[in-house]
Protein backbone atom coordinates (compact mmCIF):
# COMPACT_ATOMS: atom_id res chain seq x y z
CA UNK A 1 0.00 0.00 0.00
CA UNK A 2 1.39 3.83 -0.88
CA UNK A 3 2.26 5.80 2.41
CA UNK A 4 1.85 9.41 1.66
CA UNK A 5 4.87 11.25 1.34
CA UNK A 6 5.17 13.86 4.40
CA UNK A 7 5.81 16.87 2.88
CA UNK A 8 7.79 19.41 5.35
CA UNK A 9 10.96 19.13 7.15
CA UNK A 10 10.32 17.86 11.04
CA UNK A 11 13.42 20.39 11.64
CA UNK A 12 10.26 22.85 11.44
CA UNK A 13 8.63 20.92 14.48
CA UNK A 14 12.48 20.50 15.82
CA UNK A 15 12.60 24.15 15.86
CA UNK A 16 9.24 25.25 17.41
CA UNK A 17 9.82 22.55 19.98
CA UNK A 18 13.46 23.78 20.85
CA UNK A 19 11.74 27.41 21.83
CA UNK A 20 9.81 26.34 24.48
CA UNK A 21 11.63 22.68 25.47
CA UNK A 22 14.94 25.12 26.75
CA UNK A 23 12.12 26.75 29.08
CA UNK A 24 9.92 23.93 29.81
CA UNK A 25 10.53 20.66 30.96
CA UNK A 26 7.30 18.00 29.88
CA UNK A 27 6.05 15.79 32.19
CA UNK A 28 7.71 12.42 32.32
CA UNK A 29 4.76 10.90 30.51
CA UNK A 30 2.22 12.84 29.54
CA UNK A 31 -1.96 12.10 29.51
CA UNK A 32 -3.64 12.12 26.12
CA UNK A 33 -5.93 14.95 26.22
CA UNK A 34 -9.33 14.82 24.13
CA UNK A 35 -9.01 18.55 22.79
CA UNK A 36 -6.03 17.81 20.95
CA UNK A 37 -6.29 17.95 17.35
CA UNK A 38 -3.94 16.31 15.41
CA UNK A 39 -1.45 17.95 12.86
CA UNK A 40 -2.55 17.12 9.42
CA UNK A 41 -0.08 14.84 7.60
CA UNK A 42 0.60 17.01 4.54
CA UNK A 43 2.26 19.69 6.69
CA UNK A 44 4.59 17.02 8.59
CA UNK A 45 7.53 15.00 7.81
CA UNK A 46 9.46 12.16 8.49
CA UNK A 47 12.32 13.23 9.82
CA UNK A 48 15.46 13.35 7.35
CA UNK A 49 18.60 11.74 8.27
CA UNK A 50 20.59 14.11 6.78
CA UNK A 51 19.14 17.18 9.01
CA UNK A 52 21.78 19.71 9.99
CA UNK A 53 21.07 19.61 13.51
CA UNK A 54 19.59 16.92 15.64
CA UNK A 55 17.63 17.12 18.64
CA UNK A 56 20.12 15.51 20.40
CA UNK A 57 22.74 18.32 19.20
CA UNK A 58 20.76 20.91 20.96
CA UNK A 59 22.30 23.24 22.98
CA UNK A 60 21.61 22.85 26.65
CA UNK A 61 19.89 25.59 28.63
CA UNK A 62 21.12 26.97 31.90
CA UNK A 63 17.61 28.10 32.78
CA UNK A 64 15.80 26.60 35.50
CA UNK A 65 12.59 24.30 34.29
CA UNK A 66 9.35 25.12 34.50
CA UNK A 67 6.29 22.93 34.62
CA UNK A 68 4.52 22.31 31.08
CA UNK A 69 1.32 24.61 30.33
CA UNK A 70 -1.24 21.92 29.09
CA UNK A 71 -1.54 23.27 25.80
CA UNK A 72 1.74 22.22 25.02
CA UNK A 73 1.17 18.61 26.50
CA UNK A 74 -2.07 18.16 24.05
CA UNK A 75 0.34 19.95 21.18
CA UNK A 76 3.03 17.03 21.83
CA UNK A 77 0.13 14.42 21.97
CA UNK A 78 -1.19 15.69 18.73
CA UNK A 79 2.39 15.71 17.09
CA UNK A 80 2.69 11.77 18.31
CA UNK A 81 -0.77 10.94 17.09
CA UNK A 82 0.01 12.48 13.84
CA UNK A 83 3.70 10.84 13.47
CA UNK A 84 2.43 7.14 14.68
CA UNK A 85 -0.73 6.53 12.76
CA UNK A 86 -1.77 3.33 14.74
CA UNK A 87 -1.58 4.60 17.79
CA UNK A 88 -5.03 4.77 19.23
CA UNK A 89 -6.31 7.76 21.22
CA UNK A 90 -5.25 6.83 25.09
CA UNK A 91 -2.92 4.18 24.40
CA UNK A 92 -0.09 3.19 26.75
CA UNK A 93 1.56 2.89 23.13
CA UNK A 94 0.02 7.20 22.62
CA UNK A 95 1.52 8.39 25.67
CA UNK A 96 5.09 6.78 25.32
CA UNK A 97 4.72 8.44 21.37
CA UNK A 98 3.85 11.76 23.39
CA UNK A 99 6.36 11.82 26.19
CA UNK A 100 9.31 10.87 23.22
CA UNK A 101 8.65 13.80 20.97
CA UNK A 102 8.02 16.10 24.17
CA UNK A 103 11.05 14.87 25.66
CA UNK A 104 13.56 14.76 22.63
CA UNK A 105 15.45 18.00 23.74
CA UNK A 106 14.94 17.40 27.25
CA UNK A 107 18.82 17.77 28.44
CA UNK A 108 18.33 17.06 31.68
CA UNK A 109 19.68 13.53 33.29
CA UNK A 110 15.97 12.77 33.93
CA UNK A 111 14.97 13.54 30.31
CA UNK A 112 17.35 11.78 28.87
CA UNK A 113 16.78 8.26 31.20
CA UNK A 114 12.69 9.35 30.36
CA UNK A 115 13.75 9.68 26.53
CA UNK A 116 15.41 5.94 26.78
CA UNK A 117 12.76 4.31 28.99
CA UNK A 118 10.19 5.85 26.12
CA UNK A 119 12.77 4.17 23.12
CA UNK A 120 13.27 1.13 25.26
CA UNK A 121 9.57 1.09 26.22
CA UNK A 122 8.32 1.40 22.08
CA UNK A 123 10.68 -0.84 20.67
CA UNK A 124 9.78 -4.08 22.71
CA UNK A 125 6.07 -3.09 22.31
CA UNK A 126 5.08 -1.14 19.26
CA UNK A 127 8.37 -1.19 17.13
CA UNK A 128 6.52 0.05 13.84
CA UNK A 129 6.05 3.75 15.79
CA UNK A 130 6.78 6.12 13.44
CA UNK A 131 8.31 8.02 16.36
CA UNK A 132 10.97 5.94 16.64
CA UNK A 133 12.63 7.57 13.82
CA UNK A 134 15.80 9.81 13.59
CA UNK A 135 13.84 12.89 15.98
CA UNK A 136 14.00 10.36 17.98
CA UNK A 137 17.45 8.36 17.24
CA UNK A 138 20.49 7.88 20.09
CA UNK A 139 23.81 7.71 18.93
CA UNK A 140 26.37 5.88 19.10
CA UNK A 141 28.55 6.12 22.95
CA UNK A 142 25.08 7.23 24.38
CA UNK A 143 23.59 4.93 26.87
CA UNK A 144 21.46 2.76 24.85
CA UNK A 145 22.43 2.68 22.30
CA UNK A 146 24.00 -0.64 21.27
CA UNK A 147 21.87 -2.00 23.04
CA UNK A 148 18.67 -1.26 21.21
CA UNK A 149 20.47 -0.48 18.01
CA UNK A 150 20.96 -4.58 18.03
CA UNK A 151 17.27 -5.27 18.77
CA UNK A 152 16.24 -2.96 16.47
CA UNK A 153 18.08 -4.77 13.50
CA UNK A 154 16.88 -8.00 14.81
CA UNK A 155 13.68 -7.06 14.14
CA UNK A 156 14.36 -5.61 10.88
CA UNK A 157 16.18 -8.59 10.04
CA UNK A 158 13.30 -10.87 8.44
CA UNK A 159 12.54 -10.23 4.92
CA UNK A 160 8.71 -9.82 6.06
CA UNK A 161 9.74 -7.57 8.86
CA UNK A 162 7.12 -4.31 8.50
CA UNK A 163 7.57 -1.47 6.52
CA UNK A 164 7.16 0.80 9.01
CA UNK A 165 10.01 -1.21 11.19
CA UNK A 166 12.33 -1.50 8.01
CA UNK A 167 12.01 2.80 7.95
CA UNK A 168 12.59 3.11 11.46
CA UNK A 169 16.01 0.68 11.61
CA UNK A 170 17.06 2.96 8.34
CA UNK A 171 16.51 6.25 9.91
CA UNK A 172 18.41 5.12 13.26
CA UNK A 173 21.42 4.00 11.34
CA UNK A 174 21.64 6.84 8.81
CA UNK A 175 24.29 9.13 10.58
CA UNK A 176 26.32 5.89 11.99
CA UNK A 177 26.06 3.87 9.42
CA UNK A 178 25.01 5.14 5.90
CA UNK A 179 25.50 2.05 3.84
CA UNK A 180 23.25 -0.12 5.96
CA UNK A 181 20.51 2.75 5.60
CA UNK A 182 20.76 2.70 1.94
CA UNK A 183 20.73 -1.11 1.71
CA UNK A 184 17.74 -0.98 4.14
CA UNK A 185 15.97 1.75 1.91
CA UNK A 186 16.43 -0.10 -1.22
CA UNK A 187 14.60 -3.33 0.60
CA UNK A 188 12.11 -0.75 0.99
CA UNK A 189 11.71 0.47 -2.14
CA UNK A 190 11.62 -3.29 -3.77
CA UNK A 191 8.46 -3.66 -0.95
CA UNK A 192 6.95 -0.90 -1.63
CA UNK A 193 7.82 0.74 -5.21
CA UNK A 194 5.32 3.38 -5.80
CA UNK A 195 6.41 5.31 -2.68
CA UNK A 196 8.63 8.02 -3.29
CA UNK A 197 9.37 8.28 0.40
CA UNK A 198 12.04 5.58 -0.20
CA UNK A 199 14.29 7.14 -2.93
CA UNK A 200 13.39 10.64 -0.99
CA UNK A 201 15.30 9.07 2.31
CA UNK A 202 18.16 7.71 0.16
CA UNK A 203 18.73 11.12 -1.93
CA UNK A 204 19.09 12.70 1.67
CA UNK A 205 21.57 10.31 3.13
CA UNK A 206 23.68 11.25 -0.76
CA UNK A 207 23.44 14.91 0.44
CA UNK A 208 24.28 14.87 3.89
CA UNK A 209 27.73 15.40 3.12
CA UNK A 210 27.18 18.12 0.78
CA UNK A 211 25.82 21.35 3.23
CA UNK A 212 29.57 21.80 4.34
CA UNK A 213 31.32 21.39 0.80
CA UNK A 214 32.03 24.66 -1.44
CA UNK A 215 30.35 24.93 -5.06
CA UNK A 216 32.40 22.91 -7.25
CA UNK A 217 33.70 20.59 -4.53
CA UNK A 218 34.45 17.21 -6.58
CA UNK A 219 33.10 15.10 -3.63
CA UNK A 220 29.90 16.95 -2.96
CA UNK A 221 28.97 17.11 -6.82
CA UNK A 222 29.47 13.38 -6.71
CA UNK A 223 27.16 12.93 -3.87
CA UNK A 224 24.44 15.19 -5.07
CA UNK A 225 23.92 13.76 -8.28
CA UNK A 226 23.40 10.19 -6.70
CA UNK A 227 20.36 12.27 -4.75
CA UNK A 228 19.47 14.11 -8.09
CA UNK A 229 18.77 11.12 -10.00
CA UNK A 230 17.19 9.25 -6.58
CA UNK A 231 15.01 12.26 -6.68
CA UNK A 232 14.37 12.35 -10.72
CA UNK A 233 12.84 8.80 -9.93
CA UNK A 234 11.21 10.04 -7.16
CA UNK A 235 9.24 12.50 -8.99
CA UNK A 236 7.63 10.09 -11.47
CA UNK A 237 5.77 8.61 -8.08
CA UNK A 238 4.84 11.95 -6.78
CA UNK A 239 1.02 13.07 -6.32
CA UNK A 240 1.05 17.14 -7.50
CA UNK A 241 0.89 19.80 -4.83
CA UNK A 242 2.89 19.67 -1.13
CA UNK A 243 4.43 15.92 -1.89
CA UNK A 244 5.77 17.21 -5.52
CA UNK A 245 6.75 20.77 -4.00
CA UNK A 246 9.09 18.92 -1.16
CA UNK A 247 10.43 16.85 -3.74
CA UNK A 248 11.36 19.54 -6.42
CA UNK A 249 13.19 21.57 -3.70
CA UNK A 250 15.41 18.78 -3.00
CA UNK A 251 15.79 17.98 -6.45
CA UNK A 252 16.72 21.61 -7.50
CA UNK A 253 19.22 21.70 -4.95
CA UNK A 254 20.95 18.35 -5.88
CA UNK A 255 20.94 19.19 -9.47
CA UNK A 256 22.61 22.60 -8.92
CA UNK A 257 25.35 21.30 -6.55
CA UNK A 258 25.76 18.72 -8.50
CA UNK A 259 26.33 20.94 -11.59
CA UNK A 260 23.55 19.88 -13.66
CA UNK A 261 22.51 23.58 -14.32
CA UNK A 262 20.11 23.13 -16.80
CA UNK A 263 18.49 20.36 -14.52
CA UNK A 264 18.40 22.69 -11.56
CA UNK A 265 17.01 25.68 -13.52
CA UNK A 266 13.68 23.40 -15.11
CA UNK A 267 13.44 21.87 -11.46
CA UNK A 268 14.08 25.39 -9.86
CA UNK A 269 11.07 26.84 -12.36
CA UNK A 270 8.94 24.45 -12.09
CA UNK A 271 8.82 24.40 -8.13
CA UNK A 272 8.86 27.94 -8.27
CA UNK A 273 5.65 28.24 -10.75
CA UNK A 274 3.54 25.87 -8.82
CA UNK A 275 3.50 27.91 -5.33
CA UNK A 276 0.69 30.13 -4.57
CA UNK A 277 -0.79 31.48 -1.96
CA UNK A 278 -2.50 28.21 -1.06
CA UNK A 279 1.01 26.42 -1.12
CA UNK A 280 3.21 29.15 0.63
CA UNK A 281 6.06 26.93 1.22
CA UNK A 282 8.77 29.71 2.01
CA UNK A 283 11.15 27.44 2.35
CA UNK A 284 10.75 25.63 -1.00
CA UNK A 285 10.89 29.81 -2.53
CA UNK A 286 14.34 29.53 -1.18
CA UNK A 287 15.74 26.84 -2.60
CA UNK A 288 14.31 27.39 -6.03
CA UNK A 289 15.89 31.18 -5.90
CA UNK A 290 19.39 29.61 -4.67
CA UNK A 291 18.99 26.81 -7.67
CA UNK A 292 17.94 29.40 -10.83
CA UNK A 293 21.16 31.83 -9.18
CA UNK A 294 23.71 28.44 -9.06
CA UNK A 295 22.76 28.06 -12.74
CA UNK A 296 22.47 31.21 -13.76
CA UNK A 297 26.30 31.59 -12.38
CA UNK A 298 27.12 28.26 -14.01
CA UNK A 299 26.06 29.89 -17.06
CA UNK A 300 28.02 32.71 -16.44
CA UNK A 301 25.18 35.38 -15.99
CA UNK A 302 26.04 36.78 -12.94
CA UNK A 303 23.66 39.49 -12.95
CA UNK A 304 20.76 37.23 -13.03
CA UNK A 305 22.63 35.13 -10.25
CA UNK A 306 23.02 38.24 -8.42
CA UNK A 307 18.94 38.93 -8.72
CA UNK A 308 18.29 35.18 -7.44
CA UNK A 309 20.15 36.04 -4.55
CA UNK A 310 18.33 39.29 -3.82
CA UNK A 311 15.02 37.88 -4.55
CA UNK A 312 15.49 34.83 -2.45
CA UNK A 313 16.11 37.44 0.89
CA UNK A 314 12.96 39.07 -0.01
CA UNK A 315 11.19 35.83 1.22
CA UNK A 316 10.10 35.45 4.40
CA UNK A 317 12.18 32.81 6.30
CA UNK A 318 10.85 29.05 6.30
CA UNK A 319 11.03 26.72 9.22
CA UNK A 320 14.97 25.53 8.09
CA UNK A 321 16.12 29.36 7.59
CA UNK A 322 14.95 30.25 11.10
CA UNK A 323 16.16 27.84 12.94
CA UNK A 324 19.24 26.36 10.87
CA UNK A 325 19.84 29.47 8.98
CA UNK A 326 19.56 29.98 5.29
CA UNK A 327 21.70 28.44 2.56
CA UNK A 328 25.47 30.35 1.43
CA UNK A 329 25.77 28.41 -1.26
CA UNK A 330 25.44 31.18 -3.69
CA UNK A 331 26.33 34.29 -1.32
CA UNK A 332 29.43 32.59 -0.92
CA UNK A 333 29.90 32.02 -4.94
CA UNK A 334 29.16 35.20 -5.79
CA UNK A 335 31.16 36.61 -2.92
CA UNK A 336 34.51 34.97 -4.43
CA UNK A 337 33.71 35.88 -7.90
CA UNK A 338 33.97 39.38 -6.62
CA UNK A 339 30.09 40.55 -6.34
CA UNK A 340 30.80 42.24 -2.67
CA UNK A 341 27.67 44.53 -2.44
CA UNK A 342 25.10 41.94 -3.59
CA UNK A 343 26.37 40.06 -1.15
CA UNK A 344 26.55 42.39 2.30
CA UNK A 345 23.08 43.43 1.06
CA UNK A 346 22.08 40.05 1.24
CA UNK A 347 23.67 39.14 4.65
CA UNK A 348 22.05 43.12 6.16
CA UNK A 349 18.43 41.27 5.28
CA UNK A 350 19.27 37.78 6.99
CA UNK A 351 20.74 39.35 10.12
CA UNK A 352 17.00 40.18 10.49
CA UNK A 353 15.86 37.31 11.15
CA UNK A 354 18.92 34.62 11.96
CA UNK A 355 22.04 34.76 14.60
CA UNK A 356 22.49 38.59 14.07
CA UNK A 357 26.32 38.41 16.09
CA UNK A 358 27.39 35.74 13.48
CA UNK A 359 26.26 38.06 10.43
CA UNK A 360 27.51 41.31 12.14
CA UNK A 361 30.83 39.79 12.25
CA UNK A 362 31.13 38.89 8.67
CA UNK A 363 29.89 42.13 7.81
CA UNK A 364 32.27 43.62 9.37
CA UNK A 365 34.98 41.64 7.55
CA UNK A 366 33.15 42.20 4.55
CA UNK A 367 33.77 46.10 5.02
CA UNK A 368 36.91 45.41 6.02
CA UNK A 369 37.87 44.03 2.23
CA UNK A 370 38.30 40.49 3.18
CA UNK A 371 37.42 37.47 1.15
CA UNK A 372 36.25 34.97 3.03
CA UNK A 373 33.81 31.16 2.94
CA UNK A 374 30.38 31.84 3.68
CA UNK A 375 29.11 28.71 6.14
CA UNK A 376 26.51 28.72 8.01
CA UNK A 377 27.71 25.86 9.93
CA UNK A 378 31.25 27.06 10.13
Known sequence: MKRPLLVLSLVGIVAGLYVWLTRIQPPAAPAPSASATATPESEVSAAPSSSPESAADAPETAEPALPTPPEEVERSVAWARDCDAAAEHGSEREQHNASLIAG??????????????????L???????????????????????????????????????????LANYAEWVAVPDAATSLATYGRLQARDPENPQWLSQEANIHMRDTSRAPLGDANAATSAALAAEALREALTLADEGMQRDHLLAKATAAAAIAGDYEQAETWGKELLAGLDDKRPNN????????????AALGRGDAEGAIAELLQMSDVPPGAVQGSFGPS?????????????????EYLQKVGTFWQPDKVNAWLERLKAGETFTLNRFG
Open 328 to 344: MRLADALLKAGHRDPVV
Open 283 to 294: HARWVGHEGLGL
Open 123 to 165: LRNAPDSRCIGSNATLHPGQDGYDELTALLASLAAPDDAPLDV
Open 104 to 121: MLDRTEEGKARKLDDLRW
